[in-house]
């Protein structure tokens, strides 16, 4: 539960993969994170993220909901840039310190980013998971927004994503 305190409500970082999304008219962008005091790597964190016990649960129901079926070898393989398609997700973008996610509908981006805590110390590691959903539905006025189920999901997506990000730690 300390973990969960612990991961924050973030600004997004400039030079991000997400960033794109962030100012795209309409869209939805997010971003939390949390400092660990360890060095850990992107494909340290990708595996843990995606192998921890939180998101093990969203990935049987998404084998079982959509028929899109994921391992922990596969994580693995998705983190050391083996891998492009990972469950309901392909890879979008990739650098060496982050991943951008596009889901099968191509509604969602997930993203995941390590950087050295510098303005600390550089034995700490900052660890980012952002999301993006893309607006789709317009407006009379012609603006476009990310529609309703979406918007009413919001409070949900954000106690989840902290929840992942905090599993993801312990995992580390």
């Not at 317009?138 to 529609?147: T, Y």
Request: net charge positive; aromatic share 10%.
């Amino acid at each position: 539960m300390k973990r969960f305190f612990a991961v924050k409500a973030d600004i997004l970082p400039g030079q991000t993969l997400l960033e794109s999304y962030r100012t795209l008219p309409g869209a939805y962008t997010d971003c939390f994170s949390i400092v660990i005091d360890r060095q850990a790597s992107h494909p340290e964190f990708v595996i843990a993220f995606y192998t921890s016990f939180l998101f093990k649960i969203e990935r049987v129901i998404l084998k079982i909901g959509i028929d899109k079926p994921s391992s922990d070898s596969q994580a693995k393989e998705l983190a050391e840039g083996h891998l492009d398609h990972f469950s309901a997700w392909t890879v979008e973008q990739r650098e060496s310190n982050q991943l951008l996610m596009c889901d099968c509908i191509k509604r969602t981006r997930s993203w995941l980013m390590v950087e050295p805590d510098l303005a600390n110390n550089t034995s700490r590691t900052k660890l980012y998971f952002g999301t993006a959903i893309v607006p789709t539905e317009e407006l009379e006025n012609g603006q476009r927004q990310i529609g309703k189920v979406y918007q009413r999901l919001l409070g949900f997506h954000k106690l989840y994503s902290r929840l992942l990000l905090a599993a993801a730690v312990a995992k580390l």
